[in-house]
Structures are given as C-alpha cells and as structure tokens.
C-alpha cells in the first residue's frame, strides 16, 4: 500500500508532501486506522541509557520538528522516535525550495535551517501526547545566536524539555545553520559539553530525574577528528553519541540536476562515510559510551551493517521516506538476527 502512496507523494512538492503526509498519519491515528499502514514489528527489547526500548529501530529527528506528531509516529512500530531539531525561539527556517528528492540515488537534499515553532510548542504538545514509548528530543541554536552564545540557546531548550524528555540530542552538526558545525571542535566544543554537564546534574536535581544527554556528530569528519570528539564525549561524561547526521559532500550523487543544492545529504550515498565514522568511534570508545548508527539505511542489511560496526540502536529518516514503514521491522528483524 505504501509503495502506491508514495508514488502519489512524490509527485508532489517535496515539503508539500511531508506536510501532507504527516497531516495523513495524524488523520489516520485519530480514526484508528493507522494499523492498515504500520506492520507489526516483533518486541525485541534492548535496555541501553537506563531505558528498555522495544526494538533497535528508531525514528531519527527532523520528521516531526514540533512534536505535533508524536501519537501518530509512535504508532507505527518504532522502538523510539526522536523529535525537532527545536530551538529557544520559533523560526521560519531558510527560504523555500529547501527540500529536494534524488530518487535516482535514494537519497534526499535539505537545508531547512531548523524551521520550527519554538521549545515552548514542543513542550506542550509533549504533554498532550499519550506515547508511552520512549522519546527523544533533539535541541539547537536559533540561527541568528552567535556561536559564541550558543551554550545559551542549548541551555535554555534542555531546561524546558529535560522533564519531558527520555534522552536528549544535542545537534552540532547540521550543515543548514551557519557556523554550528565549529561547536564540534576544540574550545566550542568543550564549553558547551561543560555547560551541558552542569545543567544536566543540576537538573537531576530538581526533578528527581536523570535524563541522558546525547550528541549528534557530523560524518564530514576523518579519523584525528572524530577520535577527537569521542574523547571529549568521554572526559565530559555524555551519556552517547548518534552518529551521524547530513553530510556536504556530492560525489555520490554528481551531475543529478540536484547536485549543487545547498544543503546536507542523506539517505543512500551518505552510508559509506557514515559507517566509517561510526567504526572509529566504536574504536576510540571501546563500548564505553553508547552510539546510535543513522545514515543511509534503507534495508535491512544496511540496518544489521550498522549493528556489526558497533551502533547499539539505529534511526531511519530517508530510508523511511522512501521504504515506508516496513523498514522498521525489517531492519529490526536484521539487527536481531545479527546479536
């Protein structure tokens, strides 16, 4: 049913149809026939971060910004699902056309920018929800926060989601916000995990509650500089690393008519450097520190590659897209049948 869907779907605007699409699932979930579209996926359960999870087959952030989706996501068989990128303040994003689908490489462009309503929306409709699965919640910089300030900006999101959430991420990595990637590195790096540590124990505090604090890394990275993240992931005691988000480079997808859109990649042709990123730093953290393995899974022998390399869960976002949700128990089938 999905793959006569889709071919409706992508005839679509790209973003008219992810819109559409969501209006879709929160439709059917709300007439109780999200069942026809969501096949049944096995319970596998795995405990990691102090929290058992169905299956290892999360959903990863950037599907549903404001969490206006939770109940309809939720129900499609996920082991987790992730929610944002939010920031402090609400805002509209980077100019349209930001959305591009090369379905000739499987593969989907954006430069979004972290469009979104705002931590307050997403709170509020975190507490609306009646998902009982466990939820991630992915916090940013607003785009107009120097990168100077930026600990700010992710101070303010952790304080006002820490209660809410099952585990945080923290993104200093997508391409579409100017100089966030820099908070990756040296100094940048190592003050806002300090900050982050500090808000995290102080926050453990007031609400008798410990929320696990991940961070999302960038694949465009070689070996030195990754080894370099792992082990101030480490030394600042973050609870995991999601590994990894969009990447910048094209020559996987050379001479398609989208080649040159600004933007991060993902889908299939990021699979390759993100599956090297993820070797090294299941070598450098030598299972002292959970990863989450995302980038081009799009089957389930993608899925069980990212379980063999060393990632404890993996999340799907373009596979998703272009898959449906038969991925999620195909690739957890394959996971499971790899441990």
Known sequence: MYELIRKFLFKLNAETSHELTLDLLGAAKRLGVLGLFAPKVPDQPIELLGLTFPNSVGL????????????AL??????????????????????KPRLFRLPEHEAIINRMGFNNKGVDHLVEQVKKSQYKGVLGINIGKNFDTAVEDADRDYEICLEKVYAHADYVAVNISSPNTPGLRKLQFGESLTSLLATLKAAQVRLQSEHDKYTPILVKIAPD??????????????????????????TLAREAVAGHIHADEAGGLSGLPVREASNQVLAWLKDELQGKMPIIGVGGILDGASAAKKASLGADLVQVYSGFIYKGPKLISEASEAIAAVR
């Open 74 to 95: 939720g129900s499609l068989g996920f082991g987790f699902i992730e929610i944002g990128t939010i920031t402090p303040r609400p805002q509209p994003g980077n100019p």
């Open 221 to 246: 990275m070689d070996e030195a500089e990754t080894r370099l993240v792992a082990s101030a992931l480490l030394e600042s005691n973050m609870d995991g690393v999601i590994s990894t988000n969009t």
């Open 60 to 71: 990863a952030a950037g599907l549903d910004k404001n969490g206006d989706y939770i109940d």
